[in-house]
């Protein structure tokens, strides 16, 4: 704890004392006291120190005079008193010039002041604050802390440091989302502080708005949890050394608290996650323990479920790419946990979120089958998850896959490995950042197997027409997938493929005479529509 220069004036001998230069540097901290009777000045100067000297080691020296201002300037030292009456006799016009070029206070101290009148007064008002600084200091840890130990949470804290502080007060989580404001204006504001905030996370400041907010990090170690936003006045003007006292201590409780938020979540997910990772396995013995464990966890495993999976397309090739630790990997995977439950807001029944690698699976309670529009809401769910990561990272995304409903909880192991197949094959045939469910995919799940049997069976049936011999052949296969589209509709098909109907005939009858059979059989139709989209998949 220091006083300033300003507030040494007003005690003890400096009182006497007139300034002579160095005017703008009134406000420099003092921190120590020290008598000077040296002529090596700089290797004795510490910073935020008041010195003391009658220069009689440098009285007939007046280039080391300036020295020991330059020095002083050098070490960030708070101010030079000088007896210069008895040795140098009027202070020296270029002390005086040179002090008011570095901004360091230069007393001339009367003849009749000892030293003992300045350093014990000085130093007493250093202890004295010092003495004040820590009573203060405990008075608002012990209030902090009491605050967010029994009103569970920061949002009281917040309201706390800005009445200690007489400015608005927000905390943000590490995902710079408004997790505590000390009034409604503040949480107004949060929005728009989060977004800059966002694109902004190291900066010591924001603005947005004309809002403009001093940024104070909360961290233990690397590991950051969020921050804690001052609002500054109209007119700007430093935190006082009590206010950054108290600044320091909430930023300590915010950490305790996200730290024990964090660890509760952390300990909740370890849960889930081995039941998970039992249910995948298939190592729960009957369906009654299922639903027992199931229950614990506020799910209701003998109702129908869906399963989700929201998988992170490519991530270790975004890790490399962005360079990012496997430290940063963690925080962006612990992120992505948090999206996906920020977005199941909309679900609004009984859900089970786990990350699993680097993935987040959802298992979804739904109650009575055909109660609701569930494929509707399922599709608003996975959007709201999809959004979220688009406007958290603009590198990431994410390929979603829903399983069929399930309704008996011992065939969830083969219900998660299809929706995992299914992402694979998703990304083969249409790229990332897709949301499919198993409906809309399940050929495609049912011909995913053996690639040298689908060969044989695509070979088997769609090889004459697929010969490098014929010609025309994509036109003949585009042909054929529109005119099974079109369940046989010449003229519908026509229209699809933008060709006149005699054309259509043509080709159509060019396909049977290389085929070497009649589409009259549905089950033959059924066996060429299969041929087709083992095509896609074999192209992919």
Not at 331 to 350: D, I, N, P, S, T
């Amino acid at each position: 704890m220091s006083i300033t220069v300003r507030d040494a004036l007003l005690i003890g001998g400096l009182q006497h004392s007139r300034l002579i230069g160095g005017k703008d540097g009134l406000d420099r901290k003092i921190g120590c006291v020290d008598i000077l009777e040296v002529p090596d000045a700089s290797l004795w100067l510490r910073e935020h120190e008041l010195l003391v000297t009658t220069c009689y080691a440098v009285r007939n020296d007046p280039e080391e005079q300036l020295n020991i201002l330059r020095a002083m300037a050098r070490s960030g030292s708070a101010a030079l008193a000088v007896k210069f009456g008895r040795f140098v006799g009027s202070p020296p016009p270029e002390m005086m010039k040179l002090a008011d070029e570095l901004a360091i206070p230069l007393l001339d101290v009367p003849d009749g002041v000892s030293f003992l009148d300045i350093t014990h007064p000085v130093m007493t008002a250093i202890v004295n604050r010092q003495a004040e600084k820590l009573a203060y200091s405990e008075k608002v840890h012990r209030r902090l802390t009491q605050l967010a130990l029994e009103q569970h949470g920061l949002p009281p804290v917040a309201v706390e440091l800005a009445q200690l502080l007489e400015r608005p007060v927000m905390m943000a989580d590490d995902s710079f989302k408004l997790i505590a404001a000390s009034d409604a204006t503040s949480e107004a504001w949060g929005a728009g502080i989060s977004v800059k905030l966002k694109k902004q996370p190291d900066s010591y400041y924001v603005q947005t708005a004309g809002i403009c907010c001093d940024v104070f990090p909360v961290d233990v170690q690397t590991r950051r949890y969020g921050y804690i936003l001052v609002v500054r006045p109209a007119e700007p003007d430093m935190l006082t050394d009590m206010q950054n006292v108290a600044v320091e201590h909430a930023v300590t409780v915010a950490a305790l608290q996200l730290a024990r938020e964090e660890a509760v979540r952390e300990a909740r997910h370890s849960t889930n996650r081995d039941f998970l990772e039992d249910l995948i396995a298939g190592a729960i013995p009957n369906r009654e323990m299922a639903i027992t464990r199931g229950e614990a966890m506020g799910l209701r495993l003998d109702e129908p479920y869906y399963i989700m999976v929201a998988d992170i397309d490519g991530f270790t090739g975004v890790l490399a790419k962005q360079q990012k630790s496997e430290c940063m990997a963690r925080q962006m995977k612990g992120e992505l946990l948090r999206l996906v439950e920020q977005a199941a807001a909309v679900w609004q029944r009984r859900t089970m979120i786990v990350s699993r690698s680097d993935s987040v699976v959802i298992i979804l309670s739904v109650g009575q089958k055909g109660s609701c529009d569930w494929r509707k809401r399922l599709a608003a769910f996975a959007d709201g998850i999809q959004g979220r990561v688009r406007q958290r990272w603009s590198e990431i995304t994410l390929t979603i896959g829903i399983s069929r409903l399930g309704s008996d909880i011992l065939d969830f192991s083969g219900n998660y490995h299809h929706v995992r197949d299914m992402i694979r094959i998703v990304r083969k045939l249409y790229g990332r950042g897709r949301t499919v469910f198993w409906d809309d995919m399940e050929i495609y799940n049912l011909l995913s197997g053996d690639r040298k049997q689908l060969e044989i069976f695509y070979r088997g049936t769609l090889g004459g027409i697929d010969r490098p011999d014929i010609k025309n052949r994509q036109d003949l296969l585009e042909t054929l997938e529109i005119y099974l589209e079109c369940q046989g509709n010449v003229v519908a098909a026509a229209e699809k493929l933008f060709i006149h109907r005699n054309t259509l005939r043509y080709r159509l009858e060019r396909l049977q005479e290389l085929l070497g059979r009649d589409w009259d059989n549905p089950d033959y139709r059924f066996t060429l529509w299969m041929a087709l989209k083992a095509r896609n998949l074999l192209q992919k």
